[in-house]
């Protein structure tokens, strides 16, 4: 089982990638978006309050990200606050599962205390689509952490990872000149000049309308993918632009363009990378989007023009220097589904969840349990 969210649609894009390289192995997949555990109206509410907090308060979110970065007391709050729903979780495996896999941080924070209270028998892999580990991640009982190169997490967690390749499709790949004229005719792009593809992932966060003026001003010819932000795409189409809603096919996108200028480092930078596609980082959104880039531009995956007078020199320089090397040694590293295989292939069962009625005095423990977590989070936090 393959579980994760819809929130934003990273943690899904990397959750479809492995279940296919699952199926190719032979194996039957399940997949699970954990919010649905939660009733209707409380799933819409958690999705659409993450994402006014990107849109409207971002200077909220990041604080809130730092602050939880600091402590796992405020994580244990959240998972003493999924706690009544460990047992509708514990349902939705069904029996003859070998093993679990997240995608979604949260999802742990389920998963976790079931495996290690022995109630889930199988193994709970975790698979992180971040580059900063957040403490959201962790939670006691998940067996592995996978993680690609470069990741950082604090030392004070002490959580052994496994360091893995990207799940980017084996779709993005290097293409020739052949490749980008047909690509480029396909979008309806022009076939000559520098064209900067600027994504902000499936829900169009961010400075985008700046980052598309500023690309605009240093010469190269913004590309725009709204994802699903069709307000944003109303608000920037005209005026002789590229602007595109959802893609289907983003890695003929990646070979019509020499350059990807994103603001989260998120899964379409690892994709970028992994097409050979230079990529520059400019208006990172605050939280995980700063964190990611201050890792990616460490390590030289990317560059990141902190403002408008560096965004022109950074690509000129890296739309200047020839198609860049794909990240072929991410290819050299374990593939996460070949870790997931061999511990399916070596687990028993998860068997069917325990039978019978819920004792009633479950819901008032339940009930003290959130409330302790809230108050040691309180505490924590002050």
């Given at each position: ?6 929130i ?13 390289r699952?199926r ?5 997949v ?12 409380l ?15 971002p ?5 809130l990200?730092?602050l ?15 706690r009544?729903?460990?047992?509708a979780?514990r349902r939705r495996i069904?029996?003859?599962t070998?093993?679990v896999?997240?995608?979604y941080?949260?999802?742990?924070q ?11 028998r ?10 900063v ?5 962790l939670a006691p ?10 990741a950082?997490l604090r030392?004070s967690?002490g959580?052994?990872?496994t ?5 980017v ?16 005719h396909?979008?309806g792009?022009?076939?000559d000049?520098?064209?900067a593809?600027?994504?902000?992932g499936?829900w169009?966060?961010g ?9 605009g ?8 993918v709204c994802?699903?932000?069709r307000a ?6 005209g ?7 959802w893609?289907?096919d ?5 070979r ?6 994103e ?9 970028a ?20 880039a ?19 020199p ?8 020839g198609?860049a ?7 050299s590293?374990e593939d996460?589904a ?5 511990a399916?292939?070596?687990a ?9 009625r ?5 819901p ?6 959130v ?12």
């Open positions: 089982m393959v579980v994760s969210a819809d934003g649609a990273g943690h899904d894009r990397a959750a479809d990638e492995l279940a296919e699952l190719a192995r032979g194996f039957a399940d997949r699970l978006n954990v919010l649905h555990l939660l009733p209707g109206p799933h819409r509410a958690v999705r659409e309050a993450y994402r006014g907090l990107l849109h409207r308060l200077g909220g979110y990041h604080l990200f730092r939880t970065s600091r402590s796992l007391v405020p994580v244990r709050a959240v998972r003493a606050l999924l009544p729903f460990r047992r979780m069904p029996p003859d070998r093993a896999v997240t995608t941080p949260f999802a742990n389920l998963l976790g205390p079931l495996r290690r209270h022995g109630r889930l199988v193994p709970v892999i975790t698979y992180v689509t971040d580059l580990v957040h403490p959201a991640w009982g998940v067996d592995v952490y996978c993680t690609v190169r470069h950082e030392p967690d959580v052994d990872v360091v893995v390749e990207p799940l499709s084996r779709a993005f790949g290097v293409g020739d000149g052949a490749d980008r004229r047909r690509a480029r396909r979008f792009l022009p076939p000049g520098v064209l593809l600027v994504v902000a499936s169009g966060a400075e985008v309308a700046a980052t598309v003026a500023e690309v001003a240093t010469g190269a010819r913004p590309v725009v994802g699903r932000n944003l795409r109303r608000r920037l189409s005026a002789g632009r590229d602007v595109l809603g893609v289907d983003m890695p003929a996108l990646m019509a363009v020499d350059v990807v200028v603001n989260a480092g998120g899964i379409t930078c690892q994709e990378l992994a097409a050979g596609v230079p990529v520059v980082t400019y208006r990172p959104i605050p939280g995980h989007g700063r964190a990611n201050a890792i990616l531009a460490r390590s030289g995956l990317t560059r990141w023009a902190g403002s408008p007078d560096q965004l022109g950074v690509l000129a320089a890296v739309t200047g220097a198609p090397s794909p990240a072929r040694d991410a290819r590293l996460p070949g870790l997931v295989a061999e399916a292939r070596a028993v069962p998860a068997g069917p969840a325990a039978a019978g819920r004792s009633l005095l479950e008032v423990g339940d009930a003290i349990a409330v302790a977590a809230l108050l040691q989070a309180g505490g924590g936090l002050r």
